[in-house]
């Protein structure tokens, strides 16, 4: 922590007197984003706009010297639900005026996927977090925490102050749209930094400060970001001043926060009283007549959990679906499936592209499972996994809401001879991007989230590239739901042919294991820029994990199998590599497959492939095709190979 301070200090502009000015808004704020003036005088840092940021980054800049100083704002977050946050608000200090590339929801307008927790970025963020991010540890979704470089906090408390007079701690709602003070003071003989919250009532926040941390500073701004759910997040009046007793603010009055803005008007609203009214008496007509459908049937299935409300992934309405989607145009169609349709959207009221997944159910059990399912997946943030935004259902369909990828998925360039001549061709280090990318989604998913999480689909159609060509992997959980849940009179495996592992279909229980295995195959497609198993070739090529193994066996080269456009030398090593890796991760024996931990290492150049891979990968009775005893669910896109 202390080294990534002395950086800090090397690039601060020092300024050599004291200085004490009172920040007003207008003129000493450059808005950026959604950041705005409101005319009462505030800063208002988002709009109602989802998914944006905004940031207000003191002009001219005015670097805090080194020394003692305390900074006093007042700030309030107006959330469009009463209780449930949007994301946050953060104060930053920072060496430029905001880092290049924010990005919003979770990263508060301060960082983005790429350069989260990267040493060179010298900020530090003092966040009023609304949002409980596990990625990065939240320990609530109401709480403060001062941030190194990164979303992570350093330190963080639930929000709070400790009473004056009794010691105790009294809880304060972020979310409360209540005008709070901030209170950070910087004390520069003991290098600690204290921050305070307290009611904007009180003229002089608490004597025992939040949060405590032993740090050095530089320049200052504000940043929001608002995620699925809208809020607005104000600044008020701030004060700067040296040394390290907070001055005492008395706000003339408290001002109240406007409340979160409803797109109706006065005439509208009056439609929609009328139109309630109706409402009103057709809902109790529909509902004693479902009541008497209820009784009758026996249907008891309720929709909408009640954890659904609390931690779910956000439920989209069809209807804003149906217009992102031009209303599912086939114009818009990105691709076809054994699970269902992909359709490409804007979402109204952003730029934020979306691809929009829709599969059908035509079995009730099984939903609460699959809601589960979505709640886990909706929970997790990996820069080499799809995001998932959210879904919806309507009526026999299932809706699922991804980040649009605008490179597609990893098989269109591999199979490029066979199909689409006019594909640009990955280069070697590009394929080996991808390799190490999707192997760090692996991991994450098998070892570093909290619950292990088993993909069960991995194969090149699953894995997406982004406008950096990044890959990450799309589309996990699906294939249990269509294992678990939705059909349990039928035994049926759900995954793809040919990437299944033995012992999947000998037992039915997946394992991180059975991931490894279509792993390894993944990487020597990758490689080999051919399909698994291919028909227009010579015989003994046909079957692409035979022939790489055969021509190891005869001590051939391997790099034959390796496709021409990257076959060269200075590439051996790292080729040589991924094949035989590939041959082990796919190896018949389940205890013979490494761990993702293992394989990461091995990519990495940290640690070496067993000597007798040899030996290992061709024990031939464990090898050949195993019998089929279950049906197997086929992805339509796989039956064009076989
Ligand atoms: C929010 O601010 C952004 C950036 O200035 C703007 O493009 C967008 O239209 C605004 N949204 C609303 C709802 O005002
Ligand atoms: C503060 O809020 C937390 C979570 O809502 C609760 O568990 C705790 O008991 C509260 N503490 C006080 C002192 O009210
Ligand atoms: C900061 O907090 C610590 C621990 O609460 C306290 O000992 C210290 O006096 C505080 N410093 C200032 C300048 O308020």
Same mark, same amino acid.
């Given at each position: 922590m202390s080294r990534e301070f002395e950086d800090l200090q090397r690039i601060l502009v020092l300024f050599f007197t004291l200085f004490s000015l009172i920040y007003n808004s207008n003129g000493k704020f450059i808005p950026e984003g959604s950041a705005a003036f409101s005319s009462s005088g505030f800063t208002v840092l988002t709009n109602t706009s989802k998914h944006s940021y905004g940031q207000a980054f003191n002009n001219p800049s005015v670097s805090?010297?080194?020394s003692s100083f305390n900074i006093?704002?007042?700030?309030?977050? *107006?959330?469009?639900?009463?209780?449930?946050?949007?994301?946050? &608000?953060?104060?930053?200090?920072?060496?430029?005026?905001?880092?290049?590339?924010?990005?919003?929801?979770? #990263?508060?307008?301060?960082?983005? %996927?790429?350069?989260?927790?990267?040493?060179?970025?010298h900020v530090i963020a003092i966040e009023l977090d609304i949002h409980k991010d596990e990625e990065f540890g939240d320990i609530d979704d109401n709480h403060v925490g001062i941030n190194i470089n990164g979303m992570r906090s350093v330190a963080s408390a639930s929000a709070g102050y400790y009473d004056d007079e009794d010691g105790k701690f009294h809880n304060l709602s972020l979310i409360s749209r209540k005008v709070m003070r901030l209170s950070i003071v910087y004390s520069q003989p003991d290098k600690q930094l204290n921050v305070t919250l307290s009611p904007a009532e009180f003229s002089v926040p608490p004597r025992k400060s939040l949060l405590s941390l032993n740090q050095d500073l530089s320049i200052f701004g504000f940043t929001a970001s608002t995620g699925s759910i809208g809020a607005l997040h104000y600044m008020l009046n701030m004060l700067i001043a040296p040394g390290v007793d907070y001055p005492s603010l008395e706000l003339i009055a408290v001002p109240i926060l406007p409340p979160y803005p409803k797109?109706?008007?006065?005439?509208?609203?009056?439609?929609?009283?009328?139109? @309630?009214?109706?409402?009103? +008496?057709?809902?109790?007509?529909?509902?004693?007549?479902?009541?008497?459908? #209820?009784?009758?049937?026996?249907?008891?299935? %309720?929709?909408?959990?009640?954890?659904? +409300?609390? #931690?779910?992934?956000?439920?989209?309405?069809?209807?804003?679906?149906?217009?992102?989607?031009?209303g599912f145009k086939e114009k818009q169609l990105l691709g076809r499936g054994g699970f269902g349709q992909v359709y490409r959207g804007t979402l109204p009221g952003s730029d934020a592209e979306i691809a929009v997944k829709r599969t059908s159910h035509d079995s009730r059990q099984g939903m609460s499972e699959f809601l589960a399912e979505i709640s886990t997946i909706g929970r997790l943030r990996h820069p080499n996994l799809v995001r998932l935004l959210g879904y919806c259902r309507h009526k026999e369909h299932l809706y699922l809401v991804y980040d649009f990828m605008p490179n597609g998925s990893l098989d269109r360039y591999l199979?490029?001879?066979?199909?689409?001549?006019?594909?640009?061709?990955?280069?070697? %280090?590009?394929?080996?991007?991808?390799?190490?990318?999707?192997?760090?989604?692996?991991?994450? @998913?098998?070892?570093?989230?909290?619950?292990?999480?088993?993909?069960?689909?991995?194969?090149?159609?699953?894995?997406?590239?982004?406008?950096? &060509?990044?890959?990450?992997?799309?589309?996990?959980?699906l294939a249990k739901l269509y294992d678990q849940g939705f059909d349990p009179q039928t035994t049926r495996i759900a995954g793809t042919f040919g990437y299944i592992a033995p012992e999947f279909l000998r037992i039915g229980r997946a394992t991180t294991s059975t991931d490894v295995?279509?792993?390894? @195959?993944? &990487?020597?497609?990758? *490689?080999?820029?051919?399909r698994l198993i291919e028909r227009r070739v010579p015989e003994k090529e046909q079957v692409l994990v035979d022939w790489i193994l055969e021509l190891w066996e005869e001590g051939g080269d391997l790099l034959d199998a390796v496709e021409q456009s990257i076959r060269?030398?200075?590439?051996?090593g790292q080729l040589e590599l991924v094949l035989k890796l590939g041959l082990l991760c796919s190896h018949h024996a389940e205890m013979v497959r490494p761990a993702m931990s293992s394989v990461m290492r091995i990519l990495n150049g940290d640690s070496q492939l067993p000597d007798n891979l040899l030996e290992v990968v061709r024990d031939e009775k464990l090898r050949g095709w195993p019998e089929i005893s279950t049906e197997v669910l086929v992805d339509v896109d796989s039956l064009v190979v076989l």
């Open positions: 805090i010297k080194n006093n704002f007042f700030f309030g977050i *107006v959330p469009e639900h009463n209780h449930q946050g949007s994301n946050g &608000m953060a104060f930053v200090f920072s060496p430029t005026r905001g880092l290049p590339g924010a990005s919003s929801d979770q #990263y508060l307008g301060i960082f983005n %996927e790429t350069n989260n927790g990267k040493t060179s970025n797109k109706l008007h006065d005439t509208t609203r009056k439609i929609l009283w009328v139109c @309630l009214t109706l409402a009103v +008496i057709a809902a109790f007509v529909a509902s004693w007549i479902g009541f008497v459908f #209820y009784w009758r049937h026996k249907k008891v299935k %309720e929709v909408i959990e009640e954890w659904e +409300i609390q #931690y779910g992934p956000h439920r989209f309405a069809y209807k804003e679906l149906f217009n992102a989607t031009k199979y490029r001879c066979n199909t689409d001549e006019s594909q640009e061709g990955l280069t070697w %280090e590009q394929r080996f991007k991808i390799i190490k990318d999707v192997a760090s989604a692996l991991l994450y @998913l098998h070892q570093e989230w909290v619950q292990i999480i088993i993909h069960r689909d991995i194969k090149p159609a699953n894995v997406l590239l982004d406008h950096e &060509m990044n890959a990450r992997l799309g589309d996990f959980g295995y279509a792993f390894g @195959l993944l &990487m020597l497609e990758v *490689v080999c820029g051919r060269q030398e200075q590439n051996r």
